[in-house]
């Protein structure tokens, strides 16, 4: 229940930030740099001047874009590898579940510095980069999930109707066996935003300066001692948001999945 | 391990021309060619493969632009004894202090304890670990500090103060393992205090799965009817625990250790740069911003390795751990 209150508050927020946000998220008042947290500015400032609370309402909008294409587009291709490996079986299924097995030998964060350092340090090949290193769990979950669908009687019956293996698979197995899919895309949701934040600390994505919660918490590093309210709240907006999603997501899969509930 | 290969491969040799690593703006273009034709850029890709596997065999992995031009190999020599001391204290510090805190879970279960630890499982999947390493820095040692308390270094790995004063052999290149090796005690203790906070910060996220696993799995066993026979035998309540039940329940637990430690590797960059710990995260780090690509694809290779080397390690702790899986 917290979950969902922290996840649609975040939300809202979000959505509504330039209409919420005392400033831009580039506005700079020089003279007030490096405020702590008062009436006037909710999140202190930060050493250029900008104001913090903002900055985190216009980080979030960021990350979250970046981290919902992500998963968005991960689930996506994943899905479909892994529906169709196990639809066609024998050789494709082969051959995609070796490539994934390569793809899950590397740490995912590693294998997405790796990427995009080789493409340029932009928010697009951020995205791409993390995309790339998450497909291969879905291929998995989705692989096992249409074996197990495929073998039932419902699948006999389409076939004996007339229904070829395209149709069968998109529009008899898919729709039984996505939610696993949907339970893990919220999980991985929260697990991307800190990717997102993670590889922007490192110096991925945006450029120093830019209104992105993981950038702000490097920007702020070197103020720690002297100024840790720079740091902190685009932190805790991080944690915040991704245990939110955390919290839904398990959530969902206690009442899509009875079974794990413990 | 040849997956591997062939990932950073494709990487460094098809997406971006290799060659940028070894001109620059000044090169004349008829020098660029030799170098092309000399470093065999112009062959078919299979075969260009086939040079990148030998020379990565003969350990040529180029040169890292971040570390003065030196070999990649040899920063990885340089830099890999201190990534390891620190994972492998941060593993220590997950299995001392997660398996038994799941099992005070199981057997308290619904009390304090155990509520405290799935809060602990839950911020330790959500916290941005390079965030929880600055407050932990800005709180530890800082404040503690400020109030004259005993405090915990925030950087590096050793004093140079107290390495001056008590020079250290370089025997294995572990700093905790040389000291004790020549009873170098006052380098020993300040390498502790060095890497607490690192170490705790970097098995943090994984603290709270291994805590989660041990104490599901516990509950699991310990609703089998020789756990209540052992009882009824009269054995003593912790012999029950930790003899008959931990034994059969630890599996589950070694299987989520492969995965936490693909986790603790990745949390390697960001935990080394924020502690400023002289590893190989803190180069690759340093790598990224530089544009280093040879260096980071050495980080990759060395850690995919060592990644499949651990699931390679977990495998047989499994086997040990349960005798029935060497018999399917």
Do not use: C
């Not at chain 1, 899950?104 to 928010?123: D, E, F, K, N």
């Not at chain 2, 020079?167 to 700093?175: A, D, E, M, R, S």
């Amino acid at each position: 229940m917290f979950g969902i209150i922290l996840v649609v508050t975040i939300l809202i927020v979000t959505t509504f930030a330039p209409l919420i946000a005392p400033y831009g998220p580039e506005t700079r008042v020089w003279e007030e740099k490096l405020e702590p947290p008062s009436a006037h500015h909710y999140f202190g400032t930060d050493n250029d001047g900008g104001d913090i609370f903002s900055r985190v309402l216009y980080g979030y909008r960021l990350d979250l874009s970046i981290s919902l294409t992500v998963v968005i587009l991960a689930a996506g291709i994943g899905t479909i590898f892994g529906a169709v490996a196990a639809f066609l079986g024998s050789k494709s299924d082969e051959l995609i579940m070796r490539i994934t097995d390569v793809f899950l030998a590397i740490p995912s964060l590693i294998l997405a510095m790796a990427i995009g350092a080789v493409m340029g340090r932009t928010p697009v090949n951020l995205a791409i980069a993390l995309t790339i290193t998450r497909w291969p769990s879905y291929t998995r979950l989705m692989r096992g999930q249409v074996l197990v669908e495929k073998q039932k009687l419902y699948v006999d019956a389409a076939r004996a109707s007339g229904g070829g293996p395209l149709r069968i698979l998109f529009k008899h197995v898919l729709p039984n066996s996505i939610y696993p899919v949907v339970v893990n895309g919220t999980l991985d949701l929260g697990a991307v935003i800190l990717s997102v934040a993670a590889l922007s600390f490192l110096g991925f994505g945006v450029e120093p300066g830019a209104a992105e919660l993981g950038r702000m918490v490097a920007d702020g590093a070197q103020f720690i001692f002297t100024y840790p309210w720079v740091v902190t709240f685009p932190g805790l907006a991080i944690l915040l948001a991704s245990l939110g999603l955390n919290l839904v997501g398990d959530g969902l899969r206690d009442i899509l999945d009875p079974r794990l509930r413990r | 391990m040849l997956g591997i290969s062939v990932i950073t491969f494709a990487l460094s040799n098809i997406a971006t021309d290799p060659i940028g690593a070894y001109i620059t703006d000044r090169t004349p273009v008829s020098v660029i060619a030799e170098i092309r034709k000399a470093y065999h850029f112009d062959d078919p890709l299979p075969i260009q493969y086939f040079y990148y596997l030998t020379s990565l065999v003969r350990g040529d992995w180029g040169l890292s632009r971040s570390m003065s031009n030196e070999p990649v190999t040899g920063v990885i020599r340089r830099l890999f004894p201190a990534s390891i001391e620190l994972a492998v204290v941060a593993v220590l510090f997950q299995i001392v202090v997660g398996i038994p805190l799941g099992v005070i879970s199981a057997t308290r279960k619904d009390k304090a304890l155990d509520h405290g630890s799935r809060l602990l499982a839950i911020s330790g999947t959500a916290i941005p670990v390079f965030w929880l390493g600055l407050l932990m820095q800005y709180f530890l040692f800082y404040q503690m500090k400020l109030g004259g308390l005993p405090y915990l270094p925030s950087a590096g790995r050793v004093n140079e103060f107290v390495l001056l004063a008590h020079p250290l052999k370089t025997i294995t290149g572990f700093v905790l393992i040389d000291s004790i090796l020549t009873s170098n005690f006052p380098v020993f203790l300040d390498a502790l205090a060095h890497i607490a906070m690192p170490a705790f910060v970097l098995g943090f996220a994984g603290l709270g799965l291994i805590t989660r696993i041990t104490r599901s799995s516990m509950l699991e066993v310990l609703r089998q009817d020789y756990i209540t026979l052992a009882r009824a035998k009269g054995l003593p309540e912790r012999i029950v625990i930790y003899k008959h039940a931990l034994r059969n329940a630890i599996n589950p637990t070694i299987t989520v250790m492969g995965i936490v430690f693909g986790n603790t590797l990745s949390g390697a960059p960001l935990v080394e740069t924020v502690f400023s710990w002289p590893g190989l995260g803190r180069w690759a780090a340093l790598a990224i911003t530089g544009d280093d690509l040879p260096a980071i694809m050495g980080f990759v290779i060395v850690a995919g390795f060592i990644f499949v080397l651990v699931n390679l390690i977990v495998d047989i702790l499994y086997s040990i751990a349960d005798p029935r899986v060497r018999l399917g």
